[in-house]
């Protein structure tokens, strides 16, 4: 009853943080960043008129607040479930204030471009342990799918592509080069512009490892798909990559082409942290089928006998 409990309240607060992750963006989309001059009050009040501006970024502060409380009270909910479960617990309450904390400095500080793309980093780190402490939680029985090591070192290569290439997306944003390059599929001309400003480099970097990204997703599709036979949740889990990462790109391309309108910019933060969270449930639901080396007895067989690797 209580893992039942814990388990829906750490599935509601990642959904909830998915919901925070669209509203912080539409923070900067909307040029609000700024909006409130003050932190942690805006305008000295906690219930300022939400007009404007305003609107977009205290419901950011507000929707933030939520999203601690109940991360507190998933704490409180692990802390019943022994010590591990309570570091887990109390884990994520330190970044999600930490979090809170890179928030305030990006307004204190007027949006230094390190601490913004920091407070992106977290968003998508502190999401990814929301769906770990869910997967924690789970039933008993729902044991992972068994599948080869070099399945999960891909499904980890490219969940860690797809946020390398998130990390480089905000530096781009926060840099103000979302539009250093406005051809498309070239940029300035060129796959890779040279002579140019190093922002135009970084702009035509997020747009090549698109590319590896999104080859390395759809990879962990193929082989993901096959070995989940039998398996729907997990088969869904697989179609869904290419899909989303067919329609991230888009969303990119859209993004340039509309001059960064509001819609298709929020929509391609929250198809990274959607592609990202993806991967990290499929890696979190599968195990590697163990590896048995079988050893010959010394005496029984011929001297050269080679070791055999076989999965179980
Ligand atoms: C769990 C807590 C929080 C999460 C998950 C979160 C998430 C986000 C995300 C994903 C963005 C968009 C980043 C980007 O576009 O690169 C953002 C923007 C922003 N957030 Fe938060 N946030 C949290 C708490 C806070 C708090 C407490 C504040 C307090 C002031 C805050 C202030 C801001 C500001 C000012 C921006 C716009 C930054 C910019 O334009 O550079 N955030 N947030
Ligand atoms: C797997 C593929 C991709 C992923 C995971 C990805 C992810 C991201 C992320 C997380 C951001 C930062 C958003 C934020 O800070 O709120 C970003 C920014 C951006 N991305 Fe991508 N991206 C991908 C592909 C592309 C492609 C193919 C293009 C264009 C051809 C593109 C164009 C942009 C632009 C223009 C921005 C900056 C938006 C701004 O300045 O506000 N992206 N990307």
Redesign the pocket.
Known sequence: MKLQTARRLAITTACA?FG??L???L???TRS??A?PD??LCFGSAFPKMVGGVFY?HS??LA??T??LLTVALAVLLGLRGRRMLWLGLGAVGL?VF??V???L??IYR?PTMV??S??A??LI??CLLLYIAFQLREPDAAPLAVSPSLRRLIAIAAGAVFLQSLVG?LM??LGAGLACIDFPMCRGALWPTGVHPSVQLHAAHRLFAVVAGALVCGVAVKAWRAAEGRRALRALAVALPVVVLFQIALGVASILTFLAVVPVTAH?GGAALLLGDLVVLFLATRSAATVTVTAPQRALPDSLPEREFHA
Do not use: Y
Request: with cysteine; glycine share 14%; aromatic share 8%.
């Open positions: 943080t925070l992750l509203i912080g963006g923070v900067h989309n960043s700024l409130c932190w942690p970024e950011h502060r933030a607040t999203v601690g999600v979090q809170g890179l928030g305030g990006t307004v949006l913004s793309t407070h992106l977290v968003s502190f999401f905000a944003r926060h933060l």
